[in-house]
């Protein structure tokens, strides 16, 4: 068992897979954060567009 886990603190597979994984959780924040402002202004714009539509009818 102690020379498992002397060789699973050597390997540095497992460091670079936590790595990739940070930095996807990152590339999905980001995309999260942009995607959620998009649709804030989009939904806006189709406010404007309802409203516009509603008062010229």
């Not at 402002?37 to 404007?48: D, E, L, P, Y």
């Amino acid at each position: 068992m102690f020379g498992f886990l002397a060789r699973l603190g050597r390997d540095a597979k497992g460091a670079t897979a936590v790595e990739y994984g940070l930095i996807l959780a990152l590339v999905f924040l980001a995309m999260l954060g942009g995607i959620t402002a998009f649709g804030q202004s989009a939904i806006g714009v189709w406010n404007s567009v309802s409203n516009a539509v509603s008062s010229s009818a």
